[in-house]
């Protein structure tokens, strides 16, 4: 019986010699059968990807300006930024008015002189002490935004000669 263990003992020390050398394995570089997109992984959950055209094409792209998305813009300026930034852009909204660290003026020239991109970025990303609005605000939206915000400063830095002909008599009626 003693030499009937030593026997399987010794069979299965002999199938111990490769040292891991020959084993099935997935070459360099090579594309791997395990998910769709031939990587050994799946990518973490809301990763961007590097040359995700879709995504970069909305957020590069600006709609067209239009009179619907102006309300829109103005519409998501009253619910998103005006609690910090009043209804006029001057940084005087509610939360300034509880105690809470003034915002940046949109009429301020920095800000006037910043290109349509510079505002979605900080709408997209925050800055300062205003968080990322990427989550609650679609690109879209955070266009129309940008496009009310360069209404609001127009509309404080602008002469009655720059409206358009077409708008100039309502804009007398109002005075």
């Not at 509880?98 to 301020?108: A, L």
């Not at 209404?151 to 602008?158: E, G, K, S, T």
Request: glycine letters at 8%; a neutral charge; aromatic letters at 6%.
């Amino acid at each position: 019986m003693r030499s009937i263990v030593l026997a399987i003992l010794g069979l299965c020390l002999a199938g111990c010699d490769q040292n891991m050398e020959v084993q099935p394995s997935y070459r360099e570089y090579a594309p791997a059968p395990l998910f769709r997109a031939g990587t050994l992984r799946n990518p973490p959950a809301n990763v961007v990807a590097r040359d995700d055209l879709e995504r970069d094409k909305e957020v590069r792209d600006k709609p067209a300006l239009t009179d619907g998305v102006l309300k829109r813009g103005q519409q998501r300026f009253g619910i998103f930024c005006s609690p910090c930034h009043g209804t006029a852009g001057d940084g005087d909204g509610i939360i300034v008015r509880r105690g809470m660290p003034h915002p940046t003026s949109y009429h301020d020239e920095r800000l006037r002189a910043a290109d349509d991109q510079y505002l979605f970025d900080v709408i997209t990303n925050g800055h300062g002490a205003m968080y990322s609005y990427a989550a609650r605000v679609p690109p879209r939206d955070r266009w129309a935004i940008v496009a009310y915000i360069r209404v609001l400063q127009l509309a404080r830095h602008a002469s009655v000669d720059e409206v358009p002909p077409d708008r100039r008599d309502g804009l007398q009626a109002a005075q």
